[in-house]
């Protein structure tokens, strides 16, 4: 056992349980960063993987992991392989559309966790919308679970239960909890380099708010798990029961999903609109070709795209942008 699996199993002892590998750094520029060279690497040699971002650590921690990948890509179908990286600090981590996310030990959890599934299912545009999805869900799944598990299911002990005190996920990738952001999603998917190659990797990177300080909040539509949910466990402890959790709840959905895409799509369709806090809401679509629409987010499609009724009352369908509830 090296430094880094025995000080993983130390810190993270239900996610080394729970995932095929577990790595654990002080800090590095990006989780999600770290996570591709380690799928880059089930593919090709160390030297040839790619500029090493977060130094020698970093290089000798994914060379002993790729074997995650590289050796169970044949059964990755019946069973999806879960690598997790974990950093007490990020530098440079990043969320959707280059958004930075910097982080310092004990507020907030950084994790991400890298798969490899078919190729064919990654890039099919029918159905891969449903990945962010299922990352989505996974985490709010384990949240739940562990709030359950600590005793600190209850929210907001100065009133009743609200509409807005469930943990709810604002299309297409974010964490909400009493209307305001919880945390981030970004998922990214890794190619291998020969063509014929079947399956693809996909890191799924999960950014939590879960001991910020009020005043350390980067805006006033962000939000912290403490704020709402008490008492909470050890903020380490904290993120290794969802760490853990997240990798159960994702190799159950993404098991179910490779085994037949179409079909799961539509339960995971009908779970995530009784937890979308999107739909029914007005909201502000900026397009990635500059375009803004503003109108209602009507439904939640069969591709996992948004449809929002504009104020002009014509239909628009998004499936990249940035969506905001006004």
């Known amino acids: 056992m090296n430094v880094n699996e025995s000080e993983a199993m130390r810190r993270l002892p239900r996610t080394c349980r729970a995932a095929d590998w577990v790595l654990w750094f002080d800090e590095v520029d990006s989780t999600n960063t770290v996570a591709r060279r380690l799928l880059s690497e089930a593919w090709q040699p160390v030297d040839a993987a790619g500029p090493d971002v977060a130094g020698t650590a970093t290089v000798t921690a994914c060379a002993g992991a790729a074997g995650v990948f590289g050796d169970g890509i044949a059964d990755a179908v019946a069973e999806p392989p879960i690598a997790v990286i974990v950093a007490d600090s990020q530098t440079a981590g990043h969320g959707r559309l280059g958004r930075q996310w ?18 064919s299912l990654v890039t099919d545009s029918r159905v891969n919308g449903w990945l962010q999805m ?7 799944d384990a949240m739940i679970a562990v709030l359950a598990e600590t005793g600190a299911d209850r929210c907001c002990a100065s009133h009743g239960p609200k509409d807005d005190c469930a943990l709810m996920l604002k299309w297409p990738n974010d964490v909400f909890l009493h209307g305001r952001k919880l945390g981030g999603i970004l998922l990214e998917s890794v190619m291998p380099p020969v063509e014929d190659t079947p399956m693809a990797g996909l890191v799924i990177g999960v950014g939590l708010n879960l001991n910020l300080p009020a005043d350390h909040l980067p805006t006033d539509q962000a939000t912290s798990l403490q704020l709402h949910r ?15 959790g997240t990798v159960t709840a994702l190799r159950s959905h993404m098991r179910a999903f490779v085994v037949d895409p179409t079909d799961y799509a539509v339960a ?20 990635t070709d500059g375009s803004v629409t503003r109108g209602i987010a009507t439904a939640l499609n069969p591709d996992a795209s948004l449809t929002v009724r504009a104020d002009d009352g014509v239909d628009h369908v998004v499936r990249t942008g940035d969506v905001g509830v006004l």
Request: charged share 25%; net charge negative; aromatic share 4%.
């Open 268 to 287: 995971l369709r009908d779970e995530t609109e009784a937890l979308c806090w999107t739909l029914g809401r007005r909201v502000e679509a900026r397009m």
């Open 134 to 140: 299922i990352a989505g869900l996974a985490a709010i």
């Open 230 to 244: 008490a008492p909470l466990p050890d903020p380490l402890e904290l993120r290794d029961r969802i760490a853990a």
């Open 102 to 119: 910097v982080s310092r030990p004990g507020e907030s959890s950084m994790v991400s966790f890298a798969t490899v599934l078919p190729q």
